[in-house]
T-cell receptor
């Protein structure tokens, strides 16, 4: 079974902190994605990566950055956390030519 | 106009009912259609996918695509309390080289009552 693992289920951080969310997949997938999910707004793409060291902005990249140093790991960084970044964060991966996205269990981040 | 429209519900039905969940999309270039199920406090998981007009069945689930109307549906027969979840439609271009992004509906929250 494909496994996408996010480092934390729940996180509470203070405003202004630098926050790292880690995602690891074990199926050698080329593409990896970071989404946030909010009630009434659905899934919104923050960043995605189709290869090591490659990244592309999604629909809402402001306030975020990403890092992909190894194929299996994709990190989301909140440079200076703000309360409007309180959300559920979901990581996903896909094979190059396949469409099925495999999701991690999500990280519920609260910024206080 | 949003690229994908999906009524968020909530939808509440009695056990055993037939459930119909729907999405409309605006770009006729989209050719790959998926339904995901998301249980509370979990990530979405793929239920079904199709790239052709018509019906595709998998057990109690049927995915229907009408490309002429740009309308996709998911039917659940003999619904069970375990089907209570949020159902998200997702669409994309057929060829991965064109665009690797999935376009997501907002999701419809379904509750099946015993």
């Amino acid at each position: 079974d494909v496994k996408v693992t996010q480092s934390s289920r729940y996180l509470v951080k203070r405003t202004g902190e630098k926050v790292f969310l880690e995602c690891v997949q074990d199926m050698d997938h080329e593409n990896m994605f970071w989404y946030r999910q909010d009630p009434g707004l659905g899934l919104r793409l923050i960043y995605f990566s189709y290869d090591v060291k490659m990244k592309e902005k999604g629909d809402i990249p402001e306030g975020y950055s990403v890092s992909r140093e190894k194929k299996e790991r994709f990190s989301l960084i909140l440079e200076s956390a703000s309360t409007n970044q309180t959300s559920m964060y979901l990581c996903a991966s896909t094979v190059q030519t396949n469409t099925e996205a495999f999701f991690g269990q999500g990280t519920r981040l609260t910024v206080v | 106009q949003k690229e994908v429209e999906q009524d968020p519900g909530p939808l509440s039905v009695p056990e055993g009912a037939i459930v119909s969940l729907n999405c409309t999309y605006s770009n006729s270039a989209f050719q790959y259609f998926m339904w995901y199920r998301q249980y509370s406090r979990k990530g979405p998981e793929l239920l079904m996918y199709t790239y052709s007009s018509g019906n595709k069945e998998d057990g109690r689930f049927t995915a229907q695509v009408d490309k002429s109307s740009k309308y996709i549906s998911l039917f659940i027969r003999d619904s069970q309390p375990s089907d209570s979840a949020t159902y998200l439609c997702a669409i994309r271009f057929l060829n991965a080289g064109n665009n690797r992004k999935l376009i997501w509906g907002l999701g419809t929250s379904l509750a099946v009552n015993p």
